[in-house]
């Protein structure tokens, strides 16, 4: 996972249940990357890679 995508590029519905805002990649990033394999699509794949 690159350290430095944009989290706002990430489509909305990997967030329901947070605030995206407040999430920090290296605090949060084991969050961020079951968000991206659970719900997300071939997109959010390719950006966080």
Known sequence: MNTEFDINNLSEH??????????DFQKNKTILIECVFTRGNLSDFQIAQ
Not at 14 to 21: P, T
Request: net charge neutral; aromatic share 20%.
């Open 14 to 23: 990997l967030f329901w249940g947070l605030d995206k805002n407040s999430l």
